[in-house]
């Protein structure tokens, strides 16, 4: 078996292809990071008539094309040797459409990873039939989404989606966060109960010289948002419309305090509609007791050893009593004390 090849077992084949079995009577499959393509294969030898096969690791196509040969498979199928995403790339230029795709990556999906795996869901939505299904192989644990038929097999959750549980709402929030507010955390948590994935996007505003690095600004805003499953963290570079784009986000979710804040919003968000109409600003209205809580505000009583419990989440609190009480702007890298 190939590094980083997970087997499917046979019992999980089994009791997937006969739980499936009542939604097919043929049409093609897409089996997407292959490993060694036994689930393509038993969809071809199960009556389905074309198989595409994407797989990147050489000695995994390899397998594949030898299980083809020994199961005389080998005229009905395609073996591209590419990652996914090229895989898909190659794919939009086609008009085929699948009528099963196996989505199962050799590796757990990391919470940075989870927008891109929904942007990848949202992609496959076109590739599928109308009455088609995604069946996705997701190692011990269900994805963290409501959505779909999840059914545990031994230590393999296997979960089927339909294709328009596919479309998935995704919005960017993004900010400086130098650091992350309890403000800041609030609008996270309320984008996060109205969108299927909130990404987090840690941006520099090029006016401003932040504290700390966009990736340790990063780090504090994962740690105080680890119970929220549908919540990423990610480092934006460039313009804030090229990255939700990036996403597939449909929205940019902006907190507002008071009618300060609306001018510069109100600029950003229309100059944003310009550049990328297919996006909207949602703007979700701070909590009153945040309505005067900035990070500009927590950095300068930082500075000058006030009280920040209360302005910033618990769980970062030490780390930014100290870090942003220091005068210079040379931060060394955090520890993990938080
Ligand atoms: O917390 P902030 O400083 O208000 O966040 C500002 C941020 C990062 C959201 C904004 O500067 C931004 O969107 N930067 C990305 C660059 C960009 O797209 N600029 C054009 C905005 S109209």
Known sequence: MPPGVRPTTDRVRESLFNSLGQFFDGGDVLDLYSGTGALGIEALSRGFERAVFIEKDARAVAAIRENLRKTKLADRAEVL???AERGLEVLDGRSQQFNLIFLDPPYRIAPAQVASMFCMFSRLR???VPDGRVVYESGDTPP????GVSRRYGRTVVTVFERDELTLNIAVCPGSFDPVTEGHLDIIRRAAS???HV???VG???????KLPAAERGRLIEKVTEDLDNVSVEVMRGLLVDFAREQGAKAVIKGLRAVSDFESEFEQAQLNHTLYPELETVFIMAEAKHSFLSSSAVREIALFGGEVRGLVPEGILETVREIYSREDGKIQKLDDKG
């Open 81 to 83: 040797r590419m990652d």
């Open 126 to 128: 076109s590739r599928l």
């Open 144 to 147: 963290e989404d409501s959505r």
């Open 194 to 196: 109205l969108f299927d």
């Open 199 to 201: 990404v987090v996007a």
């Open 204 to 210: 520099g505003n090029p006016r401003k010289h932040p």
